[in-house]
Every structure is written in structure tokens, then in C-alpha cells.
């Protein structure tokens, strides 16, 4: 019985350390509505007294209804004085009834997730009334994979994981992503991360068949992370 105590007690820690986003720097999605058209800003705020050095990646998702999903990506390094806050960027989206969009706002201190924001905009099922969700709605943010790759081998990976990944429903609770980073000589790293969370990595090749093995092994890596997961909120519940 003690053993699973110490077993429980470690597992709400880890839970609770993974939820740290939002503290010293906060992510945050503005928006103004005119007709169907919504501009959106995406800004940074610095709660710190320190000087900070970070990216940001700015996504919009759109599935139509007929389930396609596109998206578009805006990213950029940028600088936060002491208590600063900062227009990273900004865009305009036509707002259709039939489509759901989701905007997305990561904010990274180096590799980490430091900041994270996002609105989803779809038709309330039966109201001819818009629903605007955002980070506070108790609404979990699901099955977003994202993409920073660098060479063709990088998205044919990419393209192999985002279709096993939608095929087999994972959909997940936390992000995704897909990064590529350059190694010795003309060669890359690819990088699956659950946030801040190394999933599996491996040297980019241009072998569709190498890729589409590496993809499959990534997507089992994933479903297990995800399971696991799950099995310690419930164990979390429990105790």
C-alpha cells in the first residue's frame, strides 16, 4: 500500500508540472469581429523581471464539411523585456458557417512550450448562433499536430505521421508536433514531441519506405504516450 502512495504522489507531480504554461509568459489571441470577417492578434506578455529570448508559432486550422483539414502558419523569434507585452503578429479569416477553425498560439522558450492560447469558431449544432470557445471554457484542445520541418524528407514524414495519426484517431489532449533540426553535414534530425516531451527521433533520409517505417514506429510511440496518460489521470482520480 505505501509503494502505491509514493506511486500516486509521483504521478500527480508529473501530471501538475506538465500543466506549467501560461506563468512567466503568457500566450494570448485577440480578436475583432466585422460582418464575417475576424482579425485576429496574436500577442506575448513577460510576467518575469527578466529579459526574455523566445518563438512563436501562430496556426490556423480549418476543416470544411467535408472533414479537409488546412492550415497556415506564421512563426518568428522575438524579444520580451521585464513585464513587456508584445504584437507578435496578426490575420484576417473569413468566418463560414459550415467550417470549424481553430487558431492556435504556442509560445517556446528554447524547445519548451512556455505559452499556449487557442479560439475555436464553429456552428453550434441546430443555433444559427456562433461558438466561440477559448482556454477557459473547460474545453480540452484535441488532435492538433503541428509541422516545422525544413526539407522535403521532413514533410514526407510529416505526411506519413498527420495521415496514421487522423486514420487511427488518436486525437489527442495535448500537441503534437513534428520538428526538423540540422545535424552534420548536409543531414537532419526529425523529432516527434508531445509538447516538450521527446517521443522519438531519428536522421532524416530521402526513403519514402525508411520514412513510412519511421512514421509507423512514431505513431505507436504516440498512441502509447497517450494511453499511458490517461491510465495515470485515472489513477490520479483514484487516490
Known amino acids: 500500500m505505501k509503494t502505491l502512495m509514493i506511486i500516486s504522489i509521483f504521478s500527480i507531480t508529473s501530471y501538475m508540472h506538465g500543466q506549467f504554461t501560461n506563468t512567466d509568459v503568457i500566450a494570448k489571441i485577440k480578436t475583432e469581429r466585422i460582418d464575417d470577417i475576424v482579425s485576429i492578434t496574436a500577442e506575448g ?14 496556426s490556423v486550422f480549418r476543416t470544411d464539411a467535408t472533414n479537409n483539414v488546412s492550415k497556415n502558419n506564421q512563426e518568428g523569434r522575438f524579444t520580451l523585456e521585464s513585464n513587456e507585452q508584445k504584437k507578435l503578429s496578426s490575420t484576417s479569416i473569413g468566418i463560414d458557417k459550415s467550417d470549424k477553425v481553430v487558431v492556435l498560439l ?3 522558450e528554447e524547445d519548451k512550450i512556455v505559452g499556449k492560447d487557442r479560439l475555436v469558431f464553429h456552428e453550434k449544432e441546430n443555433k444559427n448562433e456562433e461558438e466561440v470557445s477559448n482556454p477557459d471554457d473547460g474545453i480540452e484542445l ?12 521532413g514533410k514526407d514524414f510529416y505526411d506519413f505521421f498527420y495521415t496514421s495519426y ?20 548536409r543531414s537532419t534530425i526529425i523529432q516527434v ?20 517505417q519511421m512514421s509507423k514506429t512514431a ?3 504516440v498512441y502509447k504516450y497517450f494511453k499511458n496518460l490517461k491510465n495515470q489521470k ?6
Open 45 to 58: 506578455i513577460n510576467t518575469t523581471e527578466v529579459y526574455k529570448s523566445l518563438r512563436y508559432v501562430f
Open 106 to 108: 504556442l509560445i517556446y
Open 142 to 153: 484535441r488532435g492538433i499536430v503541428i509541422e516545422e520541418t525544413k526539407t522535403k524528407p
Open 166 to 185: 487522423t486514420l487511427n484517431r488518436i486525437n489527442g489532449v495535448k500537441i503534437v508536433g513534428v520538428y526538423e533540426k540540422l545535424s552534420f553535414g
Open 193 to 212: 514531441k508531445i509538447e516538450d516531451n521527446l517521443i522519438h527521433e531519428f536522421l532524416g533520409k530521402p526513403d519514402l519506405e525508411y520514412l513510412e
Open 219 to 221: 505513431i505507436r510511440k
Open 234 to 239: 485515472n489513477s490520479i482520480f483514484q487516490y
